[in-house]
């Protein structure tokens, strides 16, 4: 059965390289714009992996992480943060509040399949 | 009166006294002769007597004549002219050059050419004293000008205070700041010489940078002075300054005042602002437009199959965030500054340092061992607002305590890799995201009149992040803060002063200047008081509390006047706090139509006028009479006694100094506790017991009495 990933990222530009590069890679894909979105299709698409982008509006990146990983059947969600912030103080954050790895933007797309692999490879 | 009369008919009656007591002797020669005779011979006597009656009346006149004229003499020659030098003796004393003009008998001549001779050596001296005194006046105004030269030469401005935030000094950039700061000459509160500082400056700065400094001179480290830096914003914001604070030390290493230098660093902000703007443009949004374009790029060349719709959509893709990113340049270059970023706030600080003043701050928290600042990589530095950190701390704590019910608060710095992580920890329910968000993004009320200022936004200025964590093993919760580490820079070697008073200040500046030397010489049982208590909206005058009642007696002569009393309710600008009801009893309505302060100030001045103030814990009334300066013009610049203070002298070993306590001590029936007049006149009779036990201390005049107070650990600000 395919892997499940969700895209969570409300800039539509990077969505459609994002959408392309998992389906290529033969995953399932789903797309949220904001993070309320996010936690809806957490709970319907049910995926292994979320591409979470932490600059939104609203609702960021870190309190949707932080929301996924209050609930115990998410737990084996991976969490991958993609984002523009990249001070040392951000990726720890991110890291602290649950992600499994972060990815700074701009990031080399080879860089960020190998990584996406490695997680759904641990997760299995 | 008798004395005087006896002195102006002298002459006439003692040529009086002489003839009488003559006319005495020959009467009583006479009577010898003549007892216990028969009358035959009586009278044969008697018959003598009348024959020779004109040439012994001519004798005795001759005798008197002899007589009056030697007495004149005597008086002429001796006694007039020994008055006369006696006088010009005293002349001696004020004028040197005055000389006695010799007149009278010879040994009278004589004496007072000996007095002239004294004089003249006395003349001799005296000039040389004031030759002395004069070249010493002439160095000391010398060594003033050039200090005043050289402040004014300063590009910064200088304020030199005592620890109760007086100004000694103040040069003429100082002045300037703070008059543009306040809009101009005409609206400025005055800076001069004896105003307070608070005035001009947020209190709670520098009551911060006092303590700051005050650790540092206890805690002394190699190679750096105690200095302690904060930035400041004056008119809302319009102008930023940037404070050194100094300690100015006495020869004991005692702190008895500060120096603070000012720079207007507003432009330099201002540029700085900018250029953080840019820099976040340039990164945030930036690496989003290019990751967009990169990954457009990356798919194209590794997938060269692509269908011609997919590639024409990477390619406008690309062209879409290239001219984003023109456009994007374009604007950072013109982009103004809208709000401060803050960076320009942080001091240099050591991790152990800002632990230590939090736990100072945070009164229920306590050093967790596992997260102590540094660990084994040596001492851990970070760039700090130290102030606005430990506000943001105290008001997670207080949020903590009240709102959740945390009795306790561990709190610890760590070193994470690159990073420090302060963190606080407590035990109980987690916090749900909502509560998370409002703490977050409420106001901290860190200064009067800045509503900006957030937990959020004071992290966000040191560069760092916040993050709460639950950790449901223990129930233990955290707020993580975590801070960039800072790469220790080589001490700035500014010169450390050698101890002891650098040499410009050599005039006492601690000596309240413009004050009667001569009344601080006098005993304190000769001087007259005036006792004084306020009650008040609330503590704290900084936040607009004010006075609602002044309460006074007087002391003349050792004695309280109890019919001179002053009883005044006011009615302030604003309600009363209700805690301060709770303690005086003073509710709103009972100072409806009561006189404003502006009325009432200037009658407690003139009831005060040329006595030493006296109050408990005196420092927080004369605060509130302060902040009144500006506004009524009214300024209490007479010596003040404090006898919490003076408690502290006269029994150090006492832990209590509330006047409750000195009452009990010293037997004093509480009658009226917290009325203005009732505080008042129990503050003055135990003030009137205290004098005899300061005066076994050696305590005697106002001045001893005054440094004793200043030197015992109450003499702090406190408000």
């Known amino acids: 059965m395919a892997r499940k990933i969700l895209i969570v990222d409300d800039e539509p530009n990077i969505v459609i390289s994002l959408e392309f590069l998992m389906q290529q890679r033969g995953y399932e894909v789903a797309l949220a714009h904001d993070g309320e979105q996010a936690l809806q299709r957490m709970e319907t698409f049910r995926p292994d992996l979320v591409l979470l982008d932490v600059v939104m509006p609203a609702m960021d990146g870190y309190e949707v992480c932080r929301k996924i990983r209050e609930r115990s059947d998410w737990n084996p969600v991976r969490i991958l943060m993609l984002s523009a912030k990249a001070r040392d103080v951000d990726v720890s954050k991110g890291l602290a509040l649950g992600a499994d790895a972060y990815m700074t933007k701009p990031f080399s797309t080879r860089q960020l399949m190998a990584t996406v692999g490695e997680l759904l490879a641990a997760n299995t | ?719």
């Open chain 2, 1 to 719: 009166m008798i004395r005087r009369i006896f002195f102006k008919y002298r002459f006439w009656l003692l040529l009086a006294l002489m003839f009488a007591s003559q006319l005495a002797i020959v009467g009583g020669f006479f009577f010898v002769i003549v007892a216990d005779r028969d009358a035959a011979q009586r009278e044969l006597f008697e018959q003598l007597l009348l024959q020779r009656a004109v040439p012994m009346l001519l004798l005795a006149l001759l005798l008197v004549s002899a007589q009056a004229w030697a007495l004149k003499a005597l008086i002429g020659r001796y006694l007039a002219p020994m008055a006369r030098m006696a006088e010009e003796a005293v002349l001696l004393m004020s004028n040197p050059g005055y000389r006695i003009a010799p007149t009278g008998a010879r040994e009278v001549r004589e004496l007072g050419a000996k007095l002239n001779t004294l004089a003249t050596s006395h003349q001799r001296l005296h000039d040389d004293v004031q030759a002395k005194i004069e070249a010493a006046n002439a160095a000391l105004a010398e060594e003033r000008n050039r200090l005043a030269a050289l402040m004014s030469e300063l590009a910064q401005g200088v304020l030199v205070c005592n620890l109760e935030g007086r100004i000694l000094l103040c040069n003429s950039r100082a002045r300037k700041l703070f008059e543009v700061a306040q809009g101009g000459a005409a609206r400025a509160a005055p800076v001069g010489l004896g105003r307070s500082v608070f005035g001009l400056l947020e209190r709670g700065l520098i009551v911060h940078a006092l303590e700051q400094v005050q650790y540092q001179l206890q805690h002394p480290e190699e190679g750096t002075g105690p200095l302690s830096v904060f930035v400041t914003s004056l008119n809302e914001g319009r102008i930023i300054v940037r404070a050194h604070m100094a300690p100015v030390v006495d020869n004991e290493r005692t702190m008895n005042g500060f120096v603070l230098t000012l720079d207007d660093i507003t432009r330099k902000v201002e540029a700085e602002i900018r250029h953080e703007r840019l820099q976040q443009l340039l990164t945030h949004e930036t690496r989003d437009m290019l990751a967009n374009i990169r990954a457009s790029v990356e798919i194209m060349q590794d997938f060269p199959e692509l269908s011609e719709y997919k590639r024409q959509q990477f390619i406008g893709i690309i062209d879409h965030e290239s001219q984003r990113l023109t456009r994007q340049i374009e604007d950072a270059d013109r982009q103004r500054a809208g709000d401060h970023g803050g960076q320009w706030r942080l001091e240099e600080m050591r991790g152990d340092d800002l632990l230590a003043l939090l736990l100072r701050r945070l009164d229920n928290a306590v050093l967790d061992d596992d997260a102590r600042a540094g660990g084994d990589e040596g001492a851990l530095w970070l760039q700090v607002d130290s102030y606005a950190l430990a506000h943001t701390l105290t008001y997670l704590a207080h949020r903590l305590t009240h709102e959740k019910a945390v009795a306790q608060l561990r709190i610890g710095l760590r070193r994470v890799g690159r990073l420090a992580h302060l963190e606080l920890g407590w035990s109980g329910e987690p916090l749900s995201a909502d509560t998370l968000r409002s703490w977050e993004n409420e106001s901290l009320q860190l200064s009067v009149g800045q509503s900006d200022v957030t937990l959020s936004s004071v992290v966000a200025s040191h560069g760092g992040e916040v993050v709460y964590q639950f950790d449901p093993a223990g129930s233990m919760s955290y707020f993580r803060i975590l801070l960039p580490l800072a790469e220790r820079r080589a001490p700035v070697d500014i010169g450390v002063l050698p101890p002891g008073r650098p040499e410009f200040y050599d005039f006492d500046l601690f000596r309240q200047s413009g004050q009667d030397a001569a009344l601080e010489e006098r005993p304190l049982t000769a001087l007259h008081y005036t006792v004084f208590d306020t009650e008040t909206t609330g503590l704290h005058p900084a936040d607009g509390d004010e006075i609602i009642s002044i309460g006074a007696v007087r002391i003349v002569n050792g004695r309280m006047l109890e019919q001179e009393s002053f009883d005044q309710l006011v009615q302030p600008g604003q309600f009363l706090r209700p805690e301060s009801t709770a303690i005086h009893g003073i509710t709103d309505a009972m100072l409806k139509g009561r006189p404003r302060i502006a009325e009432v100030l200037p009658q407690f001045h003139r009831f005060a006028e040329d006595t030493v103030l006296v109050g408990h814990n005196a420092a927080f009334d004369m605060k509130f009479l302060q902040m009144k300066e500006a506004q009524t013009g009214v300024r209490f610049s007479q010596p003040v006694l404090d006898t919490l203070l003076l408690s502290q002298v006269v029994h150090p070993n006492q832990e209590q100094h509330t006047l409750e306590a000195l009452a009990r001590r010293f037997g004093v029936d509480i009658v009226g506790r917290h009325t203005a007049l009732g505080d008042a006149s129990v503050t003055a009779e135990v003030f009137l017991k205290m004098i005899p036990l300061l005066a076994e201390k050696g305590i005697v005049t106002l001045r001893q009495a005054l440094d004793a107070a200043q030197q015992t650990a109450y003499a702090r600000i406190r408000y």
